[in-house]
C-alpha cells in the first residue's frame, strides 16, 4: 500500500497504472539502454554514470519517497557557499569534493 | 476552456506566435521575471535596455492578444559573480520599480552557491524590504538545489523585515519542496522538458504536499522549454480524475493570490 494521502482529487477512480505504465517502461529502457551504450564505449567509469547506478538501487525501496531519495542522491550534500562559481551550469551529479575530485 | 496564468515566463525570447499560443490555450496574464539572457551582459547599460523591455515593449505585445504582461526586477545569479557589475544593475532598478506592470523583485537566489552570489542575493532582499516589493526566487539547477535552497531559506528567514507569504521560492522539486512550504514560504513547481519536474511529478507534489500557497509554470524561455506546459499539465490533471475546481485553484486562483498582494496585479473575471 502507499503513503495516505491527504490531497487527492475526490472520487478519483482513474487508473494510474493504465496512465503511466508504459512511459515508465520506456524511460527504464532508455536508463538501460544507456547504461549498456556508456559500457561499450568505456565510459563507464565517469562520476555521473557511478550517480546513476546508486540510484538505481534506491528504486527498490518498499518506501515512498524514491524521487526525494533519488534527487537527493545526484545533490551537493555541503552546507557552506563556495568561494567562487567555477562554471555557470551544472552537470546533474555532484562530483563530490575538489580534493577527491583531483584524487 | 479554463483561463489560467502563466507566472513564470521569459517571453523576450520567444515569438509572437507563443503569444497567439498561450491565449488560445486559456491564459489570462503572464508574468516574466528578469533572468539571463543566456549569455553575460557586459554593462549595466544592457539591462537597462532589457528593464525598458519588460517594462514597455513586451506588455504591448502581450496586449494585442489579449494578455496582461507584468515583470519582475533584478540581475539574476547566473552574473552576481561580478559584485561590481550586481550593484550597477541594483542601483537601476528603484526607477522602474513604478511602473505599471513591476510586480517585484525576481528571480533572484543562486546558481552555485558561490560567496558573491549570496552577498548580492541578500542586497536583493534588502531592496525588496526598502521598498515593500514581493519577491520572487529562483532556485538552482540540478546537483546544487538543495544546498542551494537551504542557503537561500536561510537569507529570507535571516532578514527580520521579510514576510514568508510574499515570498515565493521556484523550481522546487520533490527533495526541496517541504523544506520551502514548512517555513511558510510560497512555492513554485517549474514543468520543463528535460529537468526540474514533468507535468505527473507536479501533480504528484500536490496531491502529497497539498494545493495552498503553491503554483506551476512553464519558465520557457531561449532553451528547451515549452511554453503550453501549464495547459499541458491541466490536461494531465484532468486525465487523473481533477476536476475543474482543483485546477482552476491551482492555474488560476492561486497565482492570483499571491500576485494579488501587488497592487498593481489586476485580472478581470477573478470571482
Same mark, same amino acid.
Given at each position: 500500500m502507499g503513503a495516505k494521502l491527504?490531497?487527492?482529487?475526490?472520487e478519483s477512480r482513474v487508473s494510474l497504472v493504465d496512465l503511466g505504465f508504459m512511459d515508465a517502461r520506456f524511460k527504464l529502457t532508455e536508463v538501460a539502454a544507456f547504461l549498456d551504450r556508456v559500457q561499450r564505449h568505456g565510459q563507464d567509469d565517469d562520476f555521473r554514470v557511478e550517480r546513476l547506478k546508486g540510484a538505481l538501487?534506491?528504486?527498490?525501496?518498499?518506501?515512498?519517497g524514491r524521487a526525494r531519495a533519488v534527487l537527493e542522491h545526484f545533490s551537493d550534500p555541503t552546507t557552506e557557499p563556495i568561494e567562487r562559481a567555477p562554471i555557470q551550469g551544472a552537470l546533474g551529479a555532484w562530483p563530490g569534493p575538489p580534493a577527491a575530485r583531483q584524487g | 476552456m479554463l483561463r489560467y496564468i502563466?507566472?513564470?515566463?521569459?517571453?523576450?525570447?520567444? #515569438? #509572437?506566435d507563443d503569444y497567439e499560443k498561450l491565449a488560445l490555450a486559456g491564459c489570462a496574464a503572464v508574468c516574466e521575471p528578469a533572468f539571463w539572457a543566456g549569455f553575460d551582459r557586459s554593462s549595466a547599460q544592457g539591462f537597462y535596455d532589457y528593464f525598458r523591455q519588460i517594462t514597455e515593449y513586451e506588455p504591448r505585445r502581450a496586449a494585442r492578444f489579449g494578455i496582461r504582461h507584468y515583470c519582475w526586477l533584478c540581475i539574476n545569479p547566473k552574473e552576481a559573480e561580478d559584485p561590481g557589475l550586481a550593484r550597477d544593475v541594483i542601483a537601476l532598478i528603484p526607477e522602474f520599480?513604478?511602473?505599471?506592470?513591476v510586480l517585484g523583485i525576481g528571480e533572484i537566489g543562486l546558481n552555485k552557491n558561490s560567496r558573491n552570489e549570496l552577498r548580492i542575493l541578500e542586497e536583493h532582499i534588502q531592496l525588496a524590504v526598502e521598498h515593500d516589493q514581493l519577491i520572487l526566487v529562483h532556485t538552482p539547477h540540478l546537483e546544487d538545489k538543495m544546498k542551494g535552497t537551504r542557503l537561500i531559506l536561510d537569507a529570507l528567514k535571516n532578514h527580520s523585515s521579510i514576510d514568508p507569504g510574499r515570498v515565493i521560492i521556484d523550481h522546487v522539486e520533490e527533495h526541496t519542496i517541504r523544506m520551502v512550504m514548512d517555513e511558510g514560504f510560497w512555492a513554485g513547481m517549474t514543468l520543463y522538458p528535460e529537468s526540474k519536474c514533468s507535468p505527473h511529478r507536479a501533480i504528484d507534489m500536490l496531491e502529497v504536499h497539498?494545493?495552498?500557497r503553491i503554483w506551476m509554470n512553464s519558465a520557457c524561455d531561449w532553451g528547451v522549454s515549452d511554453p503550453l506546459a501549464v495547459p499541458r499539465t491541466m490536461l494531465e490533471m484532468r486525465r487523473r480524475g481533477y476536476d475543474d475546481g482543483w485546477i482552476r485553484k491551482v492555474t488560476l486562483e492561486n497565482p492570483a493570490r499571491f500576485m494579488g498582494q501587488s497592487p498593481r496585479f489586476k485580472l478581470d473575471g477573478l470571482d
Amino acid at each position: 500500500m502507499g503513503a495516505k494521502l491527504s490531497h487527492l482529487p475526490p472520487e478519483s477512480r482513474v487508473s494510474l497504472v493504465d496512465l503511466g505504465f508504459m512511459d515508465a517502461r520506456f524511460k527504464l529502457t532508455e536508463v538501460a539502454a544507456f547504461l549498456d551504450r556508456v559500457q561499450r564505449h568505456g565510459q563507464d567509469d565517469d562520476f555521473r554514470v557511478e550517480r546513476l547506478k546508486g540510484a538505481l538501487a534506491l528504486l527498490q525501496s518498499g518506501q515512498s519517497g524514491r524521487a526525494r531519495a533519488v534527487l537527493e542522491h545526484f545533490s551537493d550534500p555541503t552546507t557552506e557557499p563556495i568561494e567562487r562559481a567555477p562554471i555557470q551550469g551544472a552537470l546533474g551529479a555532484w562530483p563530490g569534493p575538489p580534493a577527491a575530485r583531483q584524487g | 476552456m479554463l483561463r489560467y496564468i502563466e507566472p513564470h515566463a521569459h517571453m523576450v525570447s520567444r #515569438t #509572437t506566435d507563443d503569444y497567439e499560443k498561450l491565449a488560445l490555450a486559456g491564459c489570462a496574464a503572464v508574468c516574466e521575471p528578469a533572468f539571463w539572457a543566456g549569455f553575460d551582459r557586459s554593462s549595466a547599460q544592457g539591462f537597462y535596455d532589457y528593464f525598458r523591455q519588460i517594462t514597455e515593449y513586451e506588455p504591448r505585445r502581450a496586449a494585442r492578444f489579449g494578455i496582461r504582461h507584468y515583470c519582475w526586477l533584478c540581475i539574476n545569479p547566473k552574473e552576481a559573480e561580478d559584485p561590481g557589475l550586481a550593484r550597477d544593475v541594483i542601483a537601476l532598478i528603484p526607477e522602474f520599480l513604478q511602473r505599471n506592470n513591476v510586480l517585484g523583485i525576481g528571480e533572484i537566489g543562486l546558481n552555485k552557491n558561490s560567496r558573491n552570489e549570496l552577498r548580492i542575493l541578500e542586497e536583493h532582499i534588502q531592496l525588496a524590504v526598502e521598498h515593500d516589493q514581493l519577491i520572487l526566487v529562483h532556485t538552482p539547477h540540478l546537483e546544487d538545489k538543495m544546498k542551494g535552497t537551504r542557503l537561500i531559506l536561510d537569507a529570507l528567514k535571516n532578514h527580520s523585515s521579510i514576510d514568508p507569504g510574499r515570498v515565493i521560492i521556484d523550481h522546487v522539486e520533490e527533495h526541496t519542496i517541504r523544506m520551502v512550504m514548512d517555513e511558510g514560504f510560497w512555492a513554485g513547481m517549474t514543468l520543463y522538458p528535460e529537468s526540474k519536474c514533468s507535468p505527473h511529478r507536479a501533480i504528484d507534489m500536490l496531491e502529497v504536499h497539498g494545493c495552498e500557497r503553491i503554483w506551476m509554470n512553464s519558465a520557457c524561455d531561449w532553451g528547451v522549454s515549452d511554453p503550453l506546459a501549464v495547459p499541458r499539465t491541466m490536461l494531465e490533471m484532468r486525465r487523473r480524475g481533477y476536476d475543474d475546481g482543483w485546477i482552476r485553484k491551482v492555474t488560476l486562483e492561486n497565482p492570483a493570490r499571491f500576485m494579488g498582494q501587488s497592487p498593481r496585479f489586476k485580472l478581470d473575471g477573478l470571482d
